[in-house]
């Protein structure tokens, strides 16, 4: 039996969580579900698409995954399963599948009785598809096969970059406040060729990278690559976000030249 992992703008205050692992639970009592966040801001897809993609490969393949952002914004909007590297995504089609993966295997409509509430989608659609799934059972007898790139699409940032300058933009503001960009250390290192940077960020300048937290002080501001090798501005015991001003899409110029000016 598969893993399901779960992710929604629900939050914690009401039953909606709960309803939906209740009903899972109802047609597999033993089946296990992992909670990713329910805390995406609400209908913020980009908020969703870089927390799943964070983190959903940690998980074994064949996982099922509910995702469940901004799932009622349109009633023109399908419901469909996506296989992603090896994953199964269950979701509304809103673009959200789009910005994890330029290259979708497959994907169908699920199928479902339209005489059943579709105001919950996740708890009377979503919810047994996923078991199915986890069951073995093919996402190809869940609905019809959609044609290829047909799922809807949203458009990632793209980075600029030139011989000596990188643009890219903030692309999540975590809990502690800290930017974390769509700067990979691959596109840094090669466009750098060991010279000299400057990251420039209203009256602070980085011109260096960190390793780690320890060996910041208290209040420096830092320049590091994380865990998921993306260019993450932090202040240590502090909110960079703050600070600096800074949201999702802000933009980050990173210089490459003999000496700033």
Do not use: W
């Not at 060991?194 to 990278?209: A, C, D, S, V």
């Amino acid at each position: 039996m598969a893993i399901i992992t779960f992710t929604s703008d629900f939050g914690n205050k009401d039953h909606y969580v709960a309803a939906v692992k209740a009903k899972i639970l109802v047609y597999s009592p033993n089946q296990k579900v992992i909670d990713v966040s329910h805390h995406i801001e609400p209908y913020n897809i980009p908020h969703a698409a870089f927390v799943i993609n964070a983190v959903f490969r940690d998980f074994p393949k064949g996982t099922v995954h509910i995702v469940s952002v901004d799932s009622l914004s349109s009633m023109d909007d399908k419901y469909v399963v996506a296989k992603i590297e090896e994953h199964y995504f269950i979701s509304t089609d809103n673009g959200l599948l789009s910005l994890l993966t330029e290259k979708i295997i497959s994907s169908v409509e699920l199928n479902y009785d339209k005489n059943i509430a579709q105001t919950f989608p996740e708890k009377n659609i979503f919810a047994f598809a996923a078991v199915s799934l986890a069951n073995g059972k093919s996402m190809f007898d869940l609905g019809p096969t959609m044609p290829q790139n047909s799922l809807r699409k949203l458009v990632n940032r793209k980075l600029k970059i030139t011989k000596n300058m990188i643009t890219g933009n903030v692309l999540h503001v975590d809990n502690y406040g800290n930017l974390i960009s769509n700067i990979t250390k691959s596109q840094f290192e090669e466009t750098c060729e060991n010279r000299n940077f400057y990251l420039k960020l209203g009256r602070e300048t980085i011109t260096n990278i960190s390793k780690n937290y320890a060996n910041t002080r208290n209040g420096d501001l830092l320049l590091t690559f994380n865990d998921m090798n993306l260019a993450e501005i932090a202040i240590k015991n502090g909110s960079a976000a703050q600070l600096l001003n800074m949201k999702y899409d802000s933009v980050l110029n990173i210089l490459f030249t003999p000496e700033i000016n």
